[in-house]
């Protein structure tokens, strides 16, 4: 009579600020176990639909992610010519990494001319992207 060796293999995978670890556990009784580290490529881009705005403008700001974490907002921080917090915001990603948002320019806050900064953030505090835009007041 001949001996069967069955082996289970499983697969662990967890990603954490950029990195995919994947570790494969060969349960046989042999006791291999192997692991290989893989840098995931995560990236986010953001625009504005213009260059400069004046008072009452809206501003739409959009851009992209990858990869797509499930249940994972975008923050957008838009800062004033003075670097000062002007307005926060958290807004859902689409499937395929889209986002979107758009933003009034009213008296009430925006009262300062000059350059602001769009900072999105995404997953990770690496994965940043900013874009300036001139505001004429």
Known sequence: ???VIVAIITAVI???QGKATVTVVNNSTSNNIQSTNQTVNSSITVTTDKSSYNMGDSIV???KVKPVIA???VTILILDPNNLL???ERISVS???IFQTTITTTPYNWKLGGIYVVSVQYGSSDVK???TFYFAG
């Open 1 to 3: 009579m001949g001996v």
């Open 14 to 16: 967890y990603l954490e």
């Open 61 to 63: 700001i959009s851009g």
């Open 71 to 73: 249940g994972n907002p």
């Open 86 to 88: 002007l307005q926060a």
């Open 95 to 97: 499937p395929d990494g």
């Open 129 to 131: 992207a900013q874009k």
